[in-house]
C-alpha cells in the first residue's frame, strides 16, 4: 500500500483545511485517486484494484482519514460500494461495475431515509421489478460522496425483501440536493438523493434482489463500519502529532507545555486512545482476513472504540492547543468536527452498542 499511501499524501498535501472551509473536494483528486485503485483498494487485481487485505487496507484508510476525513470519507463510500458489488452482484455484474470503481468512476451508498435512520426497517424506498426493467422509488439523506458520485447504490424494498440498485446519477428521475453547511467532513459531498420512478434495466439490481433487508444492510455496512473505524485511527494519529509538536514548542508559567503535569496526562490519554483504537482495528482487520465467524462484533467493536476515542482525543486536542484551536483552519478543530460526527455515522454509538449487547447474549454461557 506504500504507493497509493504516497499517492494520497501528495494529492492532498496540506489543502484538506481549505477544501474543509470550501464545502469542496477537488473532483479531479477523487478520480485519480480513484483511478490509481486508492479508493477501493482492496478490489482483487483481476477488476483493475490493488488487491489489499483489509490489515493493509486500514493502514491505507488510516493514513488518508489523518490527512482529510473528507476524502476519507468518499474512500469509505467507494469501498463500500465496490464491497456490496462483490458480496451481492452476480459474475457479470461485478465484472462490468468493479472495473468503473477502479476507473475513477465515483459511487456512493444510499440507506438512510427522512423516518429511517437508526431504524433502516422503516425505509420506504421501493425498487420493483417488472419484466427486464427496475424502478425506483423514493427518497434518501445524508448520502455521503452523492455530490460527486456518478452511480449510487440504492437500498429499498424489493417485494417482500430487499434489493440494491445501482443507479447512474445522471438518471432521468434522479435529483440530488446538497446538504447545506454539514458541522464535519464538509467536503463529503453528502446529499439528499429523490429518486422518481427512475427506471433501470434489471441488470442494475444486485444479484437480482430478494434479500432479507437486516442481513443486507448488516453486510454492507460491514465496510463502511470498518474504514470508519480506521479512519478514526488517522484522526487520533494526527490529534498526537499536532499536540505533540505544540506542547514542546510553546512555554507557560517558565516552561515548556510539555513539562506541566497535567498536560503530560493529556498526552498519555491521546496515547492510550489512538493504541487502543489502533489494535481492535487491526484485530477486526485481522478477522476479516482469515475469514473469521466473529467478524461482524469485532468490526462493530472496533467502530464503536475507534469512533469514542477520535471525539475524546480529537477533543483532549483542541485543549491542548487552546486558543491555537479555537478557529475553523486549525486542522485539531477540523478533527474535532469531523470525529463527533463519526459517532453517528455507520450505526450510532447506542446502536453498536446494541449489537455488542446481542453478541453478548448470544454467545454467553
Ligand atoms: P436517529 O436514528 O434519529 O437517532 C437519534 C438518537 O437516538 C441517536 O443518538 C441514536 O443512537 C439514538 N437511538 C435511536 N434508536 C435507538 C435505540 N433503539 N436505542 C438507543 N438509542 C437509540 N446514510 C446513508 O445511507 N449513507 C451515507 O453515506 C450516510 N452518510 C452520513 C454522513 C454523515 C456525516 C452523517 C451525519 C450521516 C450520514 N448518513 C448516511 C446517515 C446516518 O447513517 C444516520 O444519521 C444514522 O444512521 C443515525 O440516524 P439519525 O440521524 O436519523 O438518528
Known amino acids: 500500500h506504500t504507493a497509493a499511501r504516497d499517492l494520497t499524501s501528495t494529492l492532498i498535501g496540506d489543502r484538506a483545511g481549505g477544501w474543509d472551509l470550501a464545502g469542496e473536494l477537488p473532483v479531479a483528486v477523487l478520480r485519480e485517486l480513484g483511478r490509481r485503485g486508492a479508493l477501493c483498494a482492496q478490489v482483487p487485481v483481476e477488476f483493475g484494484g490493488l488487491g489489499l487485505s483489509s490489515a493493509d487496507n486500514g ?38 461495475y468493479l472495473p468503473r470503481l477502479t476507473g475513477g468512476r465515483l459511487a456512493a451508498v444510499a440507506f438512510s431515509e427522512v423516518d429511517a435512520g437508526s431504524d433502516l426497517s422503516a425505509m420506504t424506498t421501493r425498487i420493483e421489478v417488472a419484466g427486464d426493467e427496475a424502478v425506483v422509488t423514493g427518497e434518501k439523506v445524508w448520502t455521503t460522496a452523492a455530490g460527486y458520485a456518478d452511480l449510487i447504490l440504492v437500498v429499498g424494498r424489493s417485494g417482500s425483501g430487499a434489493a440494491v440498485a445501482v443507479v447512474p446519477r445522471d438518471s432521468p428521475g434522479v435529483r440530488l440536493t446538497r446538504v447545506p453547511h454539514p458541522s464535519g467532513c464538509r467536503a463529503a459531498g453528502h446529499a439528499d438523493v429523490r429518486l422518481d420512478a427512475v427506471r433501470l434495466p434489471v441488470s442494475a439490481i444486485l444479484g437480482g434482489g430478494g434479500h432479507d433487508l437486516s442481513m443486507l444492510v448488516t453486510a454492507m455496512l460491514l465496510y463502511g463500519r470498518m474504514s470508519v473505524a480506521w479512519g478514526c485511527v488517522g484522526i487520533l494519529r494526527e490529534c498526537l502529532r499536532v499536540s505533540a509538536t505544540h506542547v514542546r514548542s510553546r512555554s507557560q508559567f517558565g516552561t515548556e507545555l510539555a513539562r506541566h503535569q497535567l498536560v503530560s496526562r493529556h498526552l498519555a490519554e491521546l496515547l492510550v486512545a489512538e493504541q487502543v483504537a489502533t489494535r481492535a482495528c487491526e484485530h477486526a482487520s485481522r478477522c476479516w482476513d482469515a475469514g473469521e465467524p466473529g467478524l461482524v462484533a469485532a468490526v462493530v467493536l472496533a467502530k464503536q472504540v475507534s469512533s469514542q476515542n477520535a471525539a475524546r482525543g480529537a477533543a483532549t486536542a483542541v485543549q491542548l492547543l487552546a486558543s491555537r484551536a479555537a478557529h475553523d483552519g486549525s486542522p485539531v478543530a477540523r478533527a474535532y468536527r469531523d470525529a463527533k460526527l463519526m459517532e453517528i455515522i455507520e450505526g450510532t454509538t447506542e446502536i453498536c452498542q446494541l449489537v455488542l449487547a446481542d453478541h453478548v447474549l448470544a454467545t454467553a454461557g
Do not use: K, Y
Not at 73 to 90: C, E, H, K, L, N
Open 59 to 96: 493502514e491505507l484508510t488510516a493514513h488518508t482519514g489523518g490527512l482529510c476525513s473528507s476524502v476519507r470519507s468518499v474512500q469509505t463510500s467507494q469501498g463500500m460500494a465496490a464491497w456490496s458489488i462483490s458480496r451481492f452482484g452476480d459474475p457479470e455484474q461485478r465484472r462490468r
